[in-house]
Structure formats: structure tokens, C-alpha cells
């Protein structure tokens, strides 16, 4: 009886947790779409990650302990460890559990967050992302989407947007 009890309870409390599904170029790594065609070799660039995208998410992070799932085209490419290191090395404290890429044969960015996110049973999440995807397929999810502009990023001015998506009652 008590393991049940137990169960119920982590299942409860996993279903609250916070996910933000992350995306890296043009929220992490500002880029000027015209002039650097070749923004996805930022990466390895010290120089290129934002440090106020970082404290913007520093806050989102202190303030609500979400998991990040990583939505980056990077994941092609790179491994998971790889990315928490560099994540790590650039200052963010967030924790970084997970990348995503096509779910189930999907092969649309925003179609597999409605996937993982249904899998998961999670009820609260944002969608940080400079481009809005595949938005027409799976509006359901815009209403937790956080757009920023791909030469800017995560900016101050997206905290109140984070903040009320993840504030919304889920149910």
C-alpha cells in the first residue's frame, strides 16, 4: 500500500515539474540570419553563446526548476554530454535532461514536443525557439511558445513571456 501511495505521489509531482524545450541558435546563440549563413558552427565559439540569454534563463531556472529538453538541430551532431558540458562551461545552471528529435518517425520540431509532452504527461512547459517551425501543424502548442529574434535571443523582455506560460493553470 505504501509503495502505491509513493507512485502516486512522484507521478503527481513529475506531471508539475516544468519543462522548457530549448532551442540554441537564435536564443543562446544570437546570429545574423543574412550575414552569417553558417550559424550553425556557433557551437564551439566561446564568443558567439550570449551571456544575457544565459542569465535570462539562470533566473527561469531559479525560479522554477524546469528540466530542458534540448530542440536544437546541434543534437544531430552532437551528443547529450557534449551539450551539458558546453551548457555548463558557458554558465547555465539549468538542468538539461534530455534532447529531442523526431519522436516516433516525426520529423517536425514542434510535432515531437507535442509528443514527448503527451508521453510524458507534462502539464507545464514553454517552448523557447527563434523560428516558429511547424506551427500549422500542431497549434495546440503556441500558446507555450516563447519566440525570440534569431540576431537578439533570449532577451529580459522574454522572462514576463516565460513566466506567464509557465505560471498558466495547466488544467
Not at 522548457?20 to 550553425?40: A, M, Q, R, S, T
Not at 527561469?60 to 534540448?70: A, G
Amino acid at each position: 500500500m505504501i509503495h502505491n501511495f509513493t507512485n502516486f505521489i512522484n507521478e503527481s509531482s513529475a506531471s508539475d515539474t516544468p519543462y522548457i524545450f530549448l532551442d540554441l541558435n537564435g536564443v543562446l546563440l544570437p546570429y545574423k540570419k543574412k550575414e552569417e549563413d553558417d550559424h550553425h558552427e556557433f557551437f564551439d565559439d566561446d564568443t558567439k553563446w550570449s551571456d544575457k540569454g544565459v542569465t535570462v534563463l539562470n533566473k527561469i531556472c531559479d525560479e522554477y526548476s524546469p528540466k530542458i529538453v534540448i530542440i536544437s538541430s546541434y543534437i544531430r551532431k552532437k551528443s547529450l554530454s557534449t551539450i551539458k558540458k558546453k551548457l555548463d562551461e558557458v554558465g547555465l545552471d539549468g538542468d538539461v535532461v534530455d534532447v529531442l528529435d523526431n519522436v516516433h518517425g516525426k520529423k517536425n520540431r514542434f510535432s515531437n514536443v507535442e509528443e514527448y509532452v503527451d508521453s510524458n504527461g507534462i502539464k507545464r512547459y514553454v517552448i523557447i525557439d527563434d523560428h516558429d517551425h511547424d506551427l500549422d501543424e500542431v497549434p495546440e502548442v503556441e500558446p507555450h511558445l516563447c519566440s525570440t529574434k534569431s540576431k537578439k535571443g533570449l532577451t529580459k523582455k522574454s522572462l514576463d513571456v516565460i513566466r506567464e506560460i509557465l505560471n498558466k493553470d495547466p488544467d
